[in-house]
Structures are given as C-alpha cells and as structure tokens.
C-alpha cells in the first residue's frame, strides 16, 4: 500500500475565491486520481493526474473549474476555481497501487464555501 | 457501462447482530471487487477484496464472495461492534478503464 497526504485537512472559504489542495504520495505511483463526494453521498471521479500532460477530467468537469498539476511520480494538486456553496464537499486523492486496479486514498479535504 | 448498485440503508443493529449488506455489479470485461469502509470524519479505507471469480476476501472479521454467476459481492460479518459503525462502498474496477466504481454506500450504525 501507500502512505497518502493531503493539505488543508478543511477549509472555510469565501465565495469567489479559489483553493488549492495538495496530495502527497511516499512513493512514486503511476495512477493518480481526484474525486469530489458530497454531503451524504459516494464518490465521483473528477479527472486523472497524468504526470507530464494535461489530466483527463470526467463529463461534468473541466479544466477551467477544476486544475490539476501533477509535476512527478509523488505529488499532485487539484484547484477549485471561483468557488460557489454548491462546492462545498469532500475533496480526495486517491492512488492506484498493485496488480488489481485498487486504489488507496487519502484523509480527504473538507471544503466549506460561504 | 460498468456500475454498481449497494443497498443504500441506512442500517441499524444492535452489538453482535449479523451483517449483510447487498452489492450487485454490471461489468464489461472481468473486474476487481472491492469492499471500502470510511469512519466519520476519515477519508476511505480498503477493507477487503476479490480478483476473480468465486474469490473470497475477508478482513477484519467481514468477508465477501464474488459470485460471477449472480453478479454479487456482499458484505458480511458474523458479529458487529460499536466500532464497525461507518459507511461501507462496494466498488469494482477493470482493465478497460482507469477509473474505479462506487455504490451509493451503506450507513451502519451498531448500538450497544
């Protein structure tokens, strides 16, 4: 398995503004992924991090909302752009790791936008 | 397309009752089935499961049998804690994409 991190644990944010979460892995990982889950609900993928080239968003999600950097093997970042309340969720990275297409995730960020 | 469809719940047992929670997939192609468990206030954790076939994965005290023939992997434990309290996902993954499946999720809660 992998040892994931994410920064801020939560946040308050205005509306309008935008916030960028970070997710470290302890060790390189080919597959990187972004999912949103909102109060009470499952898991929806967002975009994969492809290291080196532009993430490949899910129908729903584009770039200009939702940018992605994924510089190497370890870290990721995903951008909330011009945040409204319908934003506010739980925002999680995940790795895949092993021969089975299993994913490890990370902490989670909770988001809050007034 | 690949989906996932999970007892939604919410379920409320009392300690030592036995659990089961119903997960049923469509997939193309042969996928992994994975049981999640997230805690209050956690992000999610893997908790148990199967590769291929009649596979059995167990972990914890739950397990779950993928059964190609019926389409399933339910979730089971003999005897429930306080502490088993959480919501569970069922997901499935294959090689035909990159992204995994989630169901809707259970809500457990266990009373004393």
């Known amino acids: 398995s992998a040892v994931i991190s994410q920064k801020p644990s939560r946040d308050i944010c205005q509306r309008g503004t935008s916030l960028t979460i970070q997710c470290q892995v302890d060790?390189?990982?080919?597959?990187m992924f972004w999912y949103r889950q909102q109060p009470g609900q499952s898991l929806t993928l967002i975009a994969t991090?492809?290291?080196?080239?532009?993430?490949?968003?899910e129908s729903g999600f584009v770039i200009d909302k939702f940018p992605i950097s994924r510089p190497n093997l370890t870290f990721s970042t995903l951008t909330v752009s011009n945040m409204s309340p319908e934003d506010s969720s739980i925002y999680l990275c995940s790795v895949e790791f092993g021969e089975s297409y299993e994913q490890y995730f990370g902490p989670g960020t909770r988001l809050t936008v007034t | 397309g690949n989906s996932v469809t999970q007892m939604e719940g919410p379920v409320t047992l009392s300690e030592e009752a036995f659990l089961t929670i119903n997960c049923t997939y469509t997939a193309t192609g042969y996928p992994s089935l994975f049981w999640y468990v997230q805690y209050p206030g956690e992000g999610l954790q893997l908790l148990l499961k199967a590769t291929k076939a009649d596979d059995k994965g167990s972990n914890k005290g739950f397990e779950a049998t993928y059964r190609k023939e019926t389409t399933s992997f339910h979730l089971e434990k003999g005897s429930v804690q306080v502490s088993d309290s959480a919501v569970y996902f069922c997901?499935?993954?294959?090689?035909?994409?990159?992204?995994?499946?989630f169901g809707a999720g259970t809500r457990l809660t266990v009373k004393p």
């Open positions: 060790s390189q990982v080919t597959m």
């Open positions: 991090a492809n290291q080196g080239s532009e993430a490949t968003y």
């Open positions: 997901a499935l993954a294959t090689s035909n994409n990159n992204d995994m499946r």
